[in-house]
Structure formats: C-alpha cells, structure tokens
C-alpha cells in the first residue's frame, strides 16, 4: 500500500526559459501564458506578478503532469497529479504537497479515498484492494492504519483496533452469511528470526494472533 511512484518531482522557477504571453507593466509574467523551461518541462496556464498563480497545467519531461490551482509558484487547492507509471491523485493540494481530501489510484488498481496530512494517508479514509475488492475503512496515521477500523473481505468482516499498519488489540470478526461474530483480541509476540550470517545475532520480527473469547449471534435490526 505504498505510494508507488508518489516521489514528487522538483518544478523549474517560473522566469526561466523561453515564455509567451501576456506581461504586465512592469514586464512580469501577469495573466496567460506557456514557457518551456530550461529541463524541457513546460507550463501552460495562469500567472501573477511572475509566478505561476491559478489554473494551469504543468507538463514534466519524464510524463507526469500536474492539471489544477497554483498559488505563489507551489500546487495550491483542488489538482490532478499523474505519475509517470500511470497513478493519479486527484484531491486538495497545500503547499506542494497532498494535503485536505483526495483519491489516489494506484498502478495495480488499488485506491485511497479519504484524508491526507503532508503528502501521506492521515485521517478518516477507505482504501480498496483491487485484487481482492477487499477494504479497510476507518482512521490512518502517517500513512498506516492507526486506531479503530473495519477491514472488509467477502464473506467476513473485522472490527477493531488497529497498530503499525495490523490489527491490535480487541476486536471482532463478523460472519453476516452464518449469523455469528467472534470476539476477541490480537495478542503480539516476538519471534527471532535467524540470519543466514552465523556471527549476526537473529532479527526480532513481531507477529500478531488473533485470540477468541466468546462467540455471540448477531441481532436482526
């Protein structure tokens, strides 16, 4: 679930290059315009006092491309951004960076929809597994699932707490198609794992298991 191909990509300074457009008295970039920069990226759309400031679509050298609002020079309010391996965000901007709502759909077909905090999945939001149409709805901390969520299959359902990206502590799973739901909690242990160098002491990985207590029929509305 990582933002592959999310690296941003650095935009050349606005009075580079060559520029056709409107100026204005004192002979700044000052309303429409197109420049292609020195890089060989190129920009096309709104500027004020010099700088890209409004509607505008920037094109990188590489195939990515950036459509929506800039605001001093930097992405600013609601864009599209498209990477150069096919996935796109497209939500709310704040200096440069994902930031407010949005939708990321990654090259495997996997999306976020929800709340971004500096450029990573932070906030209330629902990721969907392409895959599997599996899904996880609920809370994200810098990036990974963090606090209480529902993890979503197709014939059952988690609920519960969530730590460091796995299920943690109490929670339930939920069998609509047979009536029931477990109720337990996941338990961490530390398992050392060897490595292949003998003089190397063994990595300590973390595992969590899921322990059931009680088993309850679920109540018809």
Same mark, same amino acid.
């Given at each position: 679930?990582?933002?592959?191909?999310?690296?941003?990509?650095?935009?050349?300074?606005?009075?580079? %290059?060559?520029?056709?457009?409107?100026?204005?008295?004192? @002979?700044?970039?000052?309303?429409? +315009?197109?420049?292609?920069?020195?890089?060989? !990226?190129?920009?096309?759309?709104?500027? $004020?006092?010099?700088?890209?400031? +409004?509607?505008?679509?920037?094109?990188?050298?590489?195939?990515?491309?950036?459509?929506?609002?800039?605001?001093?020079?930097?992405?600013?309010?609601?864009?599209?951004?498209?990477?150069?391996?096919?996935? #796109?965000?497209?939500?709310?901007?704040? !200096? !440069?960076?994902?930031? %407010?709502?949005?939708?990321?759909?990654?090259?495997?077909? !996997?999306?976020?929809?929800?709340? *971004?905090?500096?450029?990573?999945?932070?906030? $209330?939001?629902?990721?969907?597994?392409?895959?599997?149409?599996? $899904?996880?709805?609920?809370?994200? #901390?810098?990036?990974?699932?963090?606090?209480?969520?529902? *993890?979503?299959?197709?014939?059952? #359902?988690?609920?519960?707490?969530?730590?460091? @990206?796995?299920?943690?502590?109490?929670?339930?799973?939920?069998? $609509?198609?047979?009536?029931?739901?477990?109720? %337990?909690?996941?338990?961490?242990?530390?398992?050392?794992?060897?490595?292949?160098?003998?003089?190397?002491?063994?990595?300590?990985?973390?595992?969590?298991? *899921?322990?059931?207590?009680?088993?309850?029929?679920?109540?018809?509305?």
């Amino acid at each position: 679930m990582s933002d592959d191909g999310s690296e941003e990509f650095p935009e050349e300074g606005t009075n580079l %290059g060559t520029y056709e457009g409107d100026r204005n008295e004192a @002979d700044e970039r000052h309303g429409r +315009g197109k420049a292609v920069l020195p890089n060989g !990226d190129t920009y096309e759309g709104e500027y $004020q006092h010099g700088m890209r400031h +409004g509607k505008g679509t920037y094109r990188f050298k590489n195939g990515a491309r950036y459509i929506g609002d800039y605001a001093k020079n930097k992405k600013q309010g609601l864009g599209e951004f498209i990477y150069p391996d096919g996935s #796109k965000y497209e939500g709310n901007w704040q !200096d !440069d960076l994902r930031n %407010g709502h949005g939708k990321y759909t990654y090259v495997n077909g !996997d999306t976020y929809e929800g709340e *971004w905090n500096n450029h990573v999945r932070h906030g $209330q939001g629902k990721y969907t597994y392409q895959a599997t149409a599996s $899904q996880y709805i609920g809370t994200w #901390k810098d990036g990974k699932r963090e606090g209480g969520g529902e *993890w979503i299959h197709n014939n059952h #359902k988690y609920v519960g707490g969530f730590a460091n @990206d796995q299920p943690h502590g109490e929670g339930k799973y939920v069998f $609509q198609h047979v009536g029931c739901e477990q109720r %337990g909690e996941y338990v961490t242990h530390e398992l050392p794992q060897s490595n292949e160098e003998e003089e190397e002491e063994p990595t300590i990985i973390t595992v969590a298991k *899921w322990k059931s207590k009680t088993i309850h029929p679920l109540i018809s509305a």
